[in-house]
């Protein structure tokens, strides 16, 4: 059966065991591929406040930390979640490291890409998918944009309503 919807993808969880998309029905959802070694490492920060902010809202932040460009996350899932917590206090789900490029890509991240055109995929850390309430995607965006760019925003308050 062909994907529907975001919450027809399962990830396994940064602490262990399944961490099924389904689990946040309802609720918009930003996935975000992380790396802790990048030059733009520090938008944990404002993902971490979009999370505090929005997540009472029905917004989910779920960090997907991948090695895949520049080996800027070489770091095992213990390293990953020790260094977000400590660094950034980062408290947002976060799954086990992914590929989110190639062929060996995330099913969630191929997905999009197949809906969306090779245009969506990921070029950098930190590229942002969003999905409205009901798993549809709402939008792609690129890694320079911040957490708390204006269009972000605008996209996630449009997601919320949905």
């Known amino acids: 059966m062909a994907a529907k919807t975001a919450y027809d993808f399962n990830f396994r969880s940064i602490d262990g065991g399944e961490l ?21 490492t520090p938008q944990y920060s404002g993902l971490e406040a979009l999370w505090k902010a929005k997540r ?13 460009f520049g080996a800027q996350e070489p770091g095992t899932e213990n390293e990953i979640k020790t260094f977000c917590e400590t660094r950034f206090n980062v408290d947002f789900p976060m799954t086990a490291k992914e590929h989110v490029i ?7 991240y191929k997905w999009v890409e197949g809906e969306l055109g090779e245009a969506a995929a990921p070029k950098w850390n930190f590229h942002k998918y969003l999905f409205n309430k009901d798993g549809s995607i ?12 204006p269009e972000l925003g605008a996209a996630i308050d449009e997601a919320l309503k949905g």
């Open 138 to 149: 709402a939008g792609t965006f690129g890694s320079r944009t911040a957490p708390d760019a």
């Open 20 to 40: 099924p998309l389904s689990k946040f029905k309802g609720k918009a959802i930003l996935v975000v591929n992380v790396a802790s070694q990048c030059g733009l």
């Open 56 to 68: 009472d809202h029905g917004l989910v932040v779920l960090g997907v930390p991948a090695n895949d």
């Open 102 to 108: 190639g062929p060996e890509a995330h099913a969630l």
